[in-house]
């Protein structure tokens, strides 16, 4: 491994690595087998001020014992998978993806099979993987987490050629998304999405067929289907409570809403954290196959693809490695996120110091 640690395994066979440099409790650094080497793969579009970001995560790391990083630029032609190949090919051992939805899916497609561990730094609105760690838009504590090298190694959505951490969808999500405006999102951040979703609400739902593994297809009228390797949307909110990001199977979700009623019904039980949820029937798979009678909005992780009547996932198996708050057995990857962003903060203004 690339990383020195000790290794632990759980009950359901995830691989856990946690080097101790920071006892949690009393939040003070520890001796470490040396810094790491990294890179940033940052989205220039996504972020206010370039130099200022490069100097705090410079300062961070160097506080943390952390050599420089290398600096990878994300562009319109390669929003940050071809950066991320080059920099595991020049042997870094964690990639910072700097930059909103698409550049972690980017990322993410780059480390896939490798040894070498993502790290988020969330820079845009809405960001899903970043949602599940619980960092939302927090710097610091992105900063914090690589440098306590907790890891956990994840199951990963594969769609074509396409990797997904957090859940694809077909339909009215994906139209969510397709008519949230950046300006919006700017200004008020994720509840935009809200705006997005209240135009679709009353439109018709799509004919689908849904093939789970090598079962027999079943039909439906949805108005979206998700398939999920972890349960958290936008906002913070848990959709699927039952999904964990390293069980070996996806959680398929079917939301069959047809009126505002519906919608309603269905929203209050996902905030109220119902065991049961109506208008919506989940199923798990290792392999789904999702055909439309019409062309439907795709998305993964959050970032719009290219539209189709098809969408077919697989499950690829303890396939990434990711930095965590803290390694857990359990389904929630945002275990201990707010203690460590107030280590993080702490981090930053010690570098700044210096």
């Known amino acids: 491994m690339l990383v020195t640690s000790a290794r632990c395994r759980v009950a359901d066979g995830a691989d856990l690595r946690h080097t101790d440099a920071v006892d949690p409790r009393q939040g003070k650094r520890r001796t470490t087998h040396g810094g790491l080497r990294s890179a940033v793969v940052v989205n220039p579009s996504k972020v206010a001020d370039l130099d200022e970001l490069r100097q705090t995560v410079h300062a961070a790391l160097g506080a943390a014992g952390w050599p420089e990083p290398l600096w990878f630029e994300t562009t319109v032609e390669d929003p940050g998978r071809g950066q991320t190949q080059e920099a595991v090919e020049a042997g870094v051992e964690v990639v910072f993806a700097c930059g909103g939805d698409g550049t972690v899916m980017a990322c993410v497609s780059g480390l896939v099979g490798t040894e070498v561990a993502l790290?988020?730094?969330?820079?845009?609105?809405?960001?899903?993987?970043?949602?599940?760690?619980g960092l939302s838009g927090d710097l610091a504590a992105g900063l914090e987490v690589a440098v306590e090298r907790g890891r956990r190694l994840l199951d990963v959505?594969?769609?074509?050629?396409?990797?997904?951490?957090v859940m694809a969808g077909m339909g009215f999500d994906a139209q969510m998304l397709a008519d949230t405006s950046e300006t919006t999102k700017k200004r008020i951040g994720w509840p935009a999405y809200v705006v997005g979703a209240a135009r679709h609400l009353r439109d018709r739902p799509m004919r689908v067929s849904i093939r789970i593994d090598d079962q027999q297809p079943i039909r439906r009228r949805a108005r979206s289907v998700l398939v999920a390797n972890v349960g958290r949307l936008q906002g913070g909110v848990r959709l699927l409570t039952e999904a964990e990001p390293d069980d070996g199977y996806l959680d398929v979700a079917v939301l069959t809403p047809r009126t505002l009623r519906h919608w309603l019904a269905l929203g209050w039980a996902v905030v109220r954290k119902q065991d049961s949820v109506p208008r919506m029937e989940v199923f798990r798979a290792r392999r789904v196959e999702i055909a439309s009678n019409r062309a439907q909005p795709r998305e993964l992780d959050g970032d719009l693809i290219e539209p189709g009547r098809t969408?077919?996932?697989?499950?690829?198996?303890?396939?990434?490695?990711?930095?965590?708050?803290?390694?857990?057995?359990?389904?929630?990857?945002?275990?201990?996120?707010r203690a460590a962003a107030e280590r993080g903060e702490r981090l930053v203004e010690e570098a700044r110091r210096e």
């Open 119 to 133: 790290a988020v730094l969330p820079q845009g609105t809405g960001n899903l993987l970043a949602a599940n760690l």
């Open 157 to 165: 959505g594969a769609v074509e050629d396409h990797y997904f951490t």
């Open 311 to 337: 969408l077919k996932a697989e499950i690829r198996r303890r396939a990434l490695w990711l930095c965590v708050p803290q390694p857990e057995q359990g389904p929630d990857l945002a275990e201990d996120a």
